[in-house]
């Protein structure tokens, strides 16, 4: 994948306009995924202020020629969706920007020509979308040289999107110049990012041009820049203006850089859109409970290519699909792993659709209720909301098909909320409801005294006394604030199921060395000691074990004995698993292919290794991976081989399911039950990846087993305290990177830390020419550049998933 190249080389002067009232504007926020560390830049997801902007484009996704992608700095993305969403703003990736070969000889250029390269850009961004739960993709293609290639890419990627329920926006030039008139059907994009930064006529002119163009005032976003000193906020404001009478709102690149008062800026748009207030404003995204859910169907198609089978139901992947035996009736069920109220359920159908159908739901696979009798279906996608309906599965239940073929369905998906506190299936971690409470708290109208978290609301605000900001986590946490010494927090919970629990909290950078205890019921059973990793340490997630519990209402309680230090979240949830600490037991599973039906993927996590098995085609390099649903320390992988084994194959671990590291290679496979160790890594995917079969048939794996590796040592990323059978651990340090002095002449000195793993410590300019780079074996260390005969600017170091910038004068 190609690196980032930068963006923007022109001159900005804003524009002047008559104040025009307007009930709500938007606000697009672009956040390059390198920014990080200097006093002028927000640099975290974290420090966002996420009640001014509507929409945030994470920047920038390059595609290769061949129309394949990958994300720079994922953790990042994860990060700032789940702050993004908690705070009612929607957030896209943003593809392409400003390169090295544009605008002629961008990668875009080459994928709209070739029909294999714009199908791979379509499903890596579909992937995406649904990988990291993003609202859409916004496309900057600067510029497009043809009507004909602008066309071949926007409008499948559009469609596709739109089928998915999600946004496709773009990043335009300001006018006919720079090819906009290539930017067809323009009237597809849910909002028209303009990049003006020109002159006051320019910034009129593209608002008219726009117009004449068909894009609806609501959304043209004005540009302004806010990236370099020399914009003032005169100027901003001025633009600021112009977008209230002649557009929709505005976008900034980028809310990274901090030059002049931005907050100008917001008070003289006015209100952001959001709630639903408009179209381009919305609502939090809803969560897909089918999503990597394990599902069960009728039959397969015969023979059935290697993008068929069962599970691809639920993959969030619009290009697989499964596909029936050409019969009636068929369906197909999938396992929520807990009781839902559920309201919305969206089918996405292949060509081969059913024109009636029922959609069932059931608590225990057979006993299935009509939430929706359909009759003279004639579209591909049917999406019911409004449902008033409660259960763990949900079923398709086909009956006419419009063509003699089967039925196919690309995706799957269910909306709702949770309507019982319990585990889901196979011991996924699951936040239990209950009641936060503190000894201080703010009643100053966005703080109580305490918050309860019931089945159906696991969000809302939260605040001590000391709190600096507000933020609502996925998994039931809060951004709890500073703390006095002494003070506390309570989570009351009613445990409904006996067993061991896990309470865990997230401290910040200053709680290293600092502690606080733990109390159940009144008695202390444990305290946590923060490890001190030194001025290297980032947020720390700490974890309790408890004693096994009784049913029946408890109260642990969170005491703080040294101030001050941030607690960012607090969660109660269980770990219960009937799988003695296998942790692929009915977790979410994918693979290359299946032989037939009766063979699906998830039966070789099941916890049946007698009767039922995962085999795939005939080839030797089929897969298979499981999901654990979280990031997890492993060791060990127990493959329990029907007779078509193999006797070459590796064992694979990644955290996004895209980059995967080979952690053991097995090269004289016997069969049977083998055990693969290797030293501990913290991942979320597992995968076996076939390399040679034993027999001329596939792989055949009775079970896909995967153990953790324990408390390890914190060199291993694992560092704990044990006390009254309490485990405290924390999350490893990832690479870090800092550099001083910042503003830096002459000699700059580079400092990093991070794993034993060796990385790459490389520097780029703005226009994203690589100025320096070198290997690092990742222990701490530093090493001093020569910038003498650098230009003066600003520049990003980069290593691993961190990066900084460094202002050279």
């Known amino acids: 994948m190609q690196r980032i190249k930068l963006l923007f080389a022109l001159a900005f002067v804003l524009i002047t306009g008559q104040t025009f009232a307007q009930s709500c504007y938007n606000i697009v926020g672009y956040f390059p995924s390198w920014v990080s560390g200097g006093g002028n830049y927000i640099n975290h997801p974290s420090e966002i202020d996420y009640s001014k902007y509507t929409h945030i484009c994470y920047a920038f996704s390059i595609p290769g020629s061949d129309g394949n992608m990958g994300i720079d700095g994922p953790s990042i993305l994860r990060d700032l969706v789940t702050r993004a969403h908690a705070n009612n703003v929607k957030v896209l990736l943003s593809i392409g920007g400003w390169l090295d070969s544009s605008p002629s000889n961008t990668p875009f250029e080459a994928i709209s020509t070739n029909p294999t390269a714009i199908n791979n850009l379509v499903n890596a961004c579909a992937n995406y979308v649904t990988q990291y739960n993003l609202d859409g993709i916004d496309i900057d293609w600067e510029y497009p040289t043809q009507k004909s290639r602008w066309n071949a890419v926007a409008v499948p990627l559009g469609n596709r999107l739109h089928s998915m329920g999600k946004m496709f926006t773009a990043a335009v030039?300001?006018?006919?110049?720079?090819?906009?008139?290539?930017?067809?059907?323009?009237?597809?994009?849910?909002?028209?990012?303009?990049?003006?930064?020109?002159?006051?006529?320019?910034?009129?002119?593209?608002?008219?041009?726009?117009?004449?163009?068909?894009?609806?005032?609501?959304?043209?976003?004005?540009?302004?820049?806010?990236?370099?000193?020399?914009?003032?906020?005169?100027?901003?404001?001025?633009?600021?203006?112009?977008?209230?009478?002649?557009?929709?709102?505005?976008?900034?690149?980028?809310?990274?850089?901090?030059?002049?008062?931005?907050?100008?800026?917001?008070?003289?748009?006015?209100?952001?859109?959001?709630?639903?207030?408009?179209?381009?404003?919305?609502?939090?995204?809803?969560?897909?409970?089918?999503?990597h859910k394990p599902v069960k169907v009728s039959s397969l198609e015969p023979n059935p290519p290697v993008t068929i089978a069962a599970d691809y139901l639920t993959d969030g992947d619009y290009g697989t699909r499964w596909s029936s035996a050409w019969a009636d009736p068929q369906w197909v069920y999938v396992d929520l792993g807990a009781n839902y109220d559920i309201s919305r359920v969206k089918i996405t159908w292949e060509a081969a659709f059913a024109t009636a159908y029922k959609v069932q739901v059931a608590t225990d696979t057979s006993n299935w209720v009509d939430v929706k009798n359909v009759t003279g279906n004639a579209t591909t996608v049917n999406d019911f909301t409004g449902l008033s309906a409660n259960g763990r599965y949900v079923r398709i239940y086909a009956t006419s098909r419009v063509t003699t073929y089967g039925y196919s369905i690309y995706e799957l998906e269910v909306y709702g909320n949770t309507s019982v506190a319990q585990a889901p299936y196979g011991g996924t971690r699951a936040t239990i409801p209950g009641r936060i409470e503190a000894e201080n708290y703010d009643l100053g109208g966005e703080g109580v005294a305490y918050h309860d978290l019931t089945p159906t609301n696991m969000g809302g605000q939260y605040r001590t006394t000391e709190a600096v900001d507000l933020e609502s986590c996925n998994e039931g946490g809060y951004d709890l604030g500073y703390n006095q010494n002494g003070e506390w927090y309570e989570y009351s919970v009613n445990v409904t199921t006996p067993g061991v629990y896990t309470l865990q909290a997230r401290v910040s950078t200053n709680a290293a060395g600092k502690s606080f205890h733990v109390e159940l019921d009144g008695q202390t059973i444990g305290t946590i000691n923060v490890p001190n990793t030194g001025d290297w340490q980032i947020w720390n997630t700490v974890s309790i074990t408890t004693p096994s519990l009784t049913t029946g209402n408890k109260v642990l309680r969170l005491v703080v004995d040294n101030a001050e230090f941030n607690i960012n979240w607090i969660e109660f949830s269980s770990q219960a698993s009937s799988g003695a600490g296998n942790l692929a037991l009915n977790k979410p599973v994918h693979a290359s292919s299946v032989e037939e039906a009766g063979f699906e993927a998830y039966k070789a996590v099941d916890g049946n290794a007698t009767t039922s098995r995962w085999s795939s085609l005939y080839n030797n390099g089929e897969w298979i991976y499981v999901d654990l649903g979280s990031a997890q320390s492993i060791n060990k992988v127990i493959l329990k081989w029907e007779n078509a084994y193999a006797t070459a194959y590796r064992i694979e671990t990644s955290t996004d399911s895209v980059t995967w590291t080979p952690q053991q290679t097995v090269s004289a496979g016997a069969g049977g039950t083998e055990t693969v160790t290797f030293p501990a890594v913290t991942a979320r995917y597992v995968k076996m990846q076939g390399v040679t079969r034993a027999t001329p048939y596939g792989y055949s794996i009775w079970e896909f087993e995967v153990y953790g590796a324990g408390l390890q040592s914190m060199k291993q990323a694992a560092s704990m305290v044990s006390n009254n059978n309490l485990t405290i651990k924390n999350t490893p340090t990832q690479f870090s990177v800092a550099v001083r002095p910042n503003p830096a002449s002459n000699i700059m000195t580079v400092q990093t830390k991070g794993e034993t793993v060796p990385g790459i410590l490389k520097v780029y300019s703005l226009s994203g020419q690589l100025m320096y780079q070198s290997r690092v074996s990742g222990q701490a260390g530093q090493q001093q550049i020569d910038i003498s005969s650098w230009a003066k600017g600003v520049y990003i170091v980069t290593i691993g998933e961190s990066r900084t910038k460094v202002v050279v004068q």
């Open 173 to 291: 030039s300001e006018s006919a110049n720079n090819n906009g008139n290539n930017y067809d059907n323009v009237t597809m994009l849910d909002l028209v990012n303009i990049m003006c930064y020109g002159s006051d006529n320019l910034a009129s002119s593209a608002m008219s041009y726009w117009t004449s163009r068909g894009v609806a005032k609501e959304k043209r976003m004005l540009g302004v820049p806010f990236y370099s000193g020399d914009n003032n906020t005169a100027e901003h404001i001025r633009k600021a203006n112009m977008a209230k009478s002649t557009g929709g709102g505005i976008m900034i690149w980028d809310i990274a850089t901090e030059y002049g008062d931005i907050n100008a800026i917001y008070n003289t748009l006015g209100n952001v859109c959001k709630n639903g207030q408009n179209p381009g404003g919305g609502d939090t995204v809803p969560n897909n409970l089918a999503k």
